[in-house]
T-cell receptor
Framework: AQKITQTQPGMFVQEKEAVTLDCTYD???????LFWYKQPSSGEMIFLIY??????QNATEGRYSLNFQKARKSANLVISASQLGDSAMYFC???????????????FGTGTRLQVFP | EAQVTQNPRYLITVTGKKLTVTCSQN?????MSWYRQDPGLGLRQIYY???????DKGDVPEGYKVSRKEKRNFPLILESPSPNQTSLYFC??????????????FGSGTRLTVV
């Protein structure tokens, strides 16, 4: 079965610095998608960025970029110029084939809690 | 505004008292799903639905029921809640087609405590 691994339970970064949140994945599928979500203390899940397995360029969305290394099966999130509002839990997720109905679902890593300090 | 609406946001209940968490989406999405989030475990899928009257178990279905009588609604039912079902619950939806690029829209979450 596919799996997402986030090895950093918590990370600290100073405001205005860049930070990398690690994510590795395991899949035998050729076609797959990788997502990053942000979960602030209020609890909602906020979509940040998406990378398709056939995309040759790393995805970028504003201050977020995804460092996609297919051979290493890693999809690290890079946040540039960190802000205090970036303090949150961050989840890496991947679409996994569902058991039935020829569809798929999201599977999630265990998350990394990022704290940005002044 | 396109959204997934969950209710209630917070719920405290007692063991064994049946409850329903509602989920409604206004995007005409075919696929809907329930997840629970627990510390150190991330989000795990409870049930999903491909369309009206089509549902199936996810990874942690024990103790839960769902129904999909209308396309927009996908309620989560706990017939006899137990303390180990204390968790943060999310409903999510996406289009049925669109392949790997189809994005998921999440509700705001329901924090359930069973005492």
């Amino acid at each position: 079965a596919q799996k997402i691994t986030q090895t950093q339970p918590g990370m600290f970064v100073q405001e205005k610095e860049a930070v990398t949140l690690d994510c590795t994945y395991d899949t035998s599928d050729q076609s797959y998608g990788l997502f990053w979500y942000k979960q602030p203390s209020s609890g909602e899940m906020i979509f940040l960025i998406y990378q398709g397995s056939y995309d040759e360029q790393n995805a970028t969305e504003g201050r977020y970029s995804l460092n996609f290394q297919k051979a290493r099966k890693s999809a690290n999130l890079v946040i540039s110029a960190s802000q205090l509002g970036d303090s949150a839990m961050y989840f890496c997720a991947m679409r996994e084939r569902q058991r039935s109905y020829n569809t798929d679902k999201l599977i999630f890593g265990t998350g990394t809690r990022l704290q940005v300090f002044p | 505004e396109a959204q997934v609406t969950q209710n209630p946001r917070y719920l405290i209940t007692v063991t064994g008292k049946k409850l329903t968490v509602t989920c409604s989406q206004n995007m005409n999405h075919e696929y809907m799903s329930w997840y629970r989030q627990d510390p150190g475990l991330g989000l795990r899928q409870i049930y999903y639905s491909m369309n009206v009257e089509v549902t199936d178990k996810g990874d942690v279905p024990e103790g839960y029921k769902v129904s999909r009588k209308e396309k927009r609604n996908f309620p989560l039912i706990l017939e006899s809640p137990s303390p180990n079902q204390t968790s943060l619950y999310f409903c999510a939806s996406r289009p049925g087609t669109g392949g790997i690029l189809s994005g998921y829209t999440f509700g705001s979450g329901t924090r359930l405590t069973v005492v």
